[in-house]
């Protein structure tokens, strides 16, 4: 059976129309849409937050959450119960951790949140890469319990490897939860050492100060989440009377949205449903799109018809850049629809490159880069293989100027012009690289940063400079 295409409401102009008076009117019910990552070492308590958090604000009700309490303890993890909501596959359920990117919402007074989890597991940072680059905000937990944070930050921990990560990947607004504070009996010099360590440190980090918020809280106890009170929260009311964690997510700003860029959307995610039902999800990193709309899916020769949009839970007509949406796809075998791959106008192509130049700055490393060095080269939600083939020269971060060209090294804390060519993929049969969809960061900023991994450890983030083919 040949479905029938979904009709556009819209011609290209009016689209354009109705998405720029959306943009000046607040945004859907009053309400501006931001999308949240949550970090932090594992442990820290981030599924236990986002649990407690939802319930309390209304997104998850009292059946689901004594039924996920009663399969909590029956898999013998009862302190679990609250990290629930967020875990979705049994697979997770059963390892206690969480793996996936799930796409969840929530709703403040006057803002509308997509929240990409993002888990803690060492192994998993490429999952957490995915869901970082795909947010506006970050919301980074961390455990006050004596010796927990120092853990969490020293080397080994993923505290400060997340902070680094997800500022090189475009986050620029972060809120600090210091967590389990009731493990502290609420002691306030704990909170203040706490914030006292990270401030200078996110500041390092790229994070301005302004756009950086601490806040006091205990997800288990639910004290200071959505109410400042909680369970145990009148300690905490005698030293702090700053708001609560539900209040600075209020506050968060929403990104800008280039909507007369052409159309971007890097896939983070392919759900093969039964039958021939595609989707993919991802974040518009510019344009708008609508139902109806023919995609092309770059690299490959096909095309897609856009069968419907969901956006924030609710299905919607068309979308528009900044929004992280679920996209079904009609007019597809899905098996040419993967993970990396990005939805575009067919006369607006992305470039695909195998070759390209990009500045670079190179993380807390102990074996410096050379000429060669192999690395994981990370964009959006792929991975490939890839060769620092040239060391173009050194510059200065503050300034930009080129310190020293051709390098011979380069080591912790630097600040390079790279060339970097992809590598083959297959270890048999015929060795083609191939190519990734790519832009220069002066052209789309969302589709111009990268990471670079060697051996699990991110070693540099950089930004797109020339495509050379
Ligand atoms: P994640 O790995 O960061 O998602 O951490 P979890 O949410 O799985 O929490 C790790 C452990 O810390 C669990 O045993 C939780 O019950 C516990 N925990 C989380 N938040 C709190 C808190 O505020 N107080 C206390 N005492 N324990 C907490």
């Not at 030293?239 to 971007?264: F, H, K």
């Not at 629809?337 to 670079?360: D, H, K, M, Q």
Request: glycine share 8%; proline share 5%; hydrophobic share 40%.
């Amino acid at each position: 059976i040949i479905e029938e295409p979904p009709k556009i409401s819209f011609a290209r102009e009016k689209l354009l129309e109705e998405a720029k008076k959306a943009l000046d009117a607040e945004g859907r019910n009053n309400k501006k849409n931001v999308s949240l990552v949550v970090i932090g070492h594992v442990d820290a308590g981030k599924s236990t937050l986002m649990g407690r958090l939802l319930y309390e604000l209304g997104r998850l009700d009292e059946k689901t959450r004594i039924a996920n309490e009663r399969g909590s303890n029956k898999a013998g993890k009862g302190s679990f119960s609250w990290a629930w909501s967020l875990d979705g596959t049994t697979e997770e359920r059963e390892r206690g951790i969480t793996m996936d990117i799930a796409l969840q919402s929530m709703v403040t007074p006057h803002r509308q949140i997509t929240i990409l989890d993002a888990p803690g597991h060492k192994d998993f940072i490429p999952n957490m890469i995915s869901g970082a680059s795909q947010a506006d905000c970050a919301l980074l937990v961390v455990d006050a319990t004596t010796g927990e944070f120092e853990a969490g930050f020293n080397r080994g921990g993923q505290t400060r490897e997340h902070i680094l990560l997800v500022r090189s990947l475009g986050v620029s607004q972060v809120i600090v939860a210091v967590n389990k504070l009731d493990q502290t009996n609420w002691d306030k010099s704990r909170y203040d050492e706490i914030c006292d360590f990270l401030r200078p440190f996110l500041t390092q980090s790229g994070y301005h100060s302004s756009k950086t918020k601490f806040v006091p809280v205990s997800a288990m106890q639910g004290v200071n989440l959505a109410t400042r009170e909680g369970d145990d929260g009148k300690v905490l009311r005698s030293w702090y009377d700053g708001p609560s964690l539900v209040d600075c997510l209020d506050q968060l700003e929403p990104p800008t949205r280039d909507i007369y860029a052409p159309l971007r959307i890097p896939i983070s995610n392919v759900f093969k449903g039964q039958g021939s039902g595609v989707a993919v999800s991802g974040r518009l990193c510019g344009g708008v799109v609508q139902v109806g709309d023919r995609l092309r899916v770059l690299p490959g020769d096909e095309t897609a018809i856009v069968k419907t949009i969901d956006f924030e839970e609710e299905n919607v007509s068309w979308a528009i850049a900044g929004s992280n949406v679920t996209i079904y796809l009609t007019a597809i075998d899905p098996v040419h629809l993967n993970i990396g791959s990005v939805l575009c106008y067919p006369n607006e192509l992305v470039p695909l490159a195998t070759i390209f130049t990009a500045r670079v700055i190179v993380f807390d490393i102990q074996i410096p880069i050379t000429t060669g060095t192999s690395v994981e080269l990370f964009h959006h939600s792929r991975d490939v293989p890839a060769t620092i083939a040239n060391l173009i020269a050194t510059i200065d971060r503050a300034t930009g100027d080129i310190v020293k060209k051709k390098p011979r090294v380069l080591t912790k804390g630097i600040s390079a012009e790279v060339q970097l060519s992809l590598r083959t993929t297959s270890l048999s049969g015929p060795s083609v690289v191939r190519p990734i969809p790519l832009e220069p960061f002066s052209v789309n900023k969302d589709m111009g940063r990268i990471l670079l991994r060697r051996g699990g450890e991110t070693i540099g983030a950089g930004i797109v400079l020339e495509i050379f083919g």
